[in-house]
């Protein structure tokens, strides 16, 4: 198979810009992985999971706890509907 001359460019500089950085920092300047996991997903998305539980109940809002019983009935009934039909 052959490239087009476009994407042979692109290979080309994509060779040189990996030799160029092969051996140096992250994006973000680390040198090798904090935890060098081979499926990172069995830290993260438990720490992830946490930290969504931990953010709702740190920064909750009780207007919205107050207005839960309005939208469930609203969603349920329909209750309005013809009002939000003037956008």
């Given at each position: 198979m052959v490239l087009a001359d476009k994407d042979s460019k692109a290979l080309v500089k994509a060779r040189a810009d990996y030799e160029k950085n092969k051996d140096g920092k992250s994006l973000v300047g680390l040198d090798a992985p904090l935890f060098p996991l081979k499926n990172p997903a069995i830290l993260s998305v438990p720490v992830g999971f946490l930290a969504a539980i931990a953010g709702t109940f740190l920064f909750g809002s009780r207007?919205?706890?107050?207005?839960?019983?309005?939208l469930?009935?609203?969603?349920?009934t329909g209750?309005?509907?013809?009002?939000?039909s003037d956008h």
């Open positions: 207007r919205e706890e107050e207005m839960f019983d309005e469930y009935i609203r969603q349920n209750y309005g509907m013809a009002d939000a």
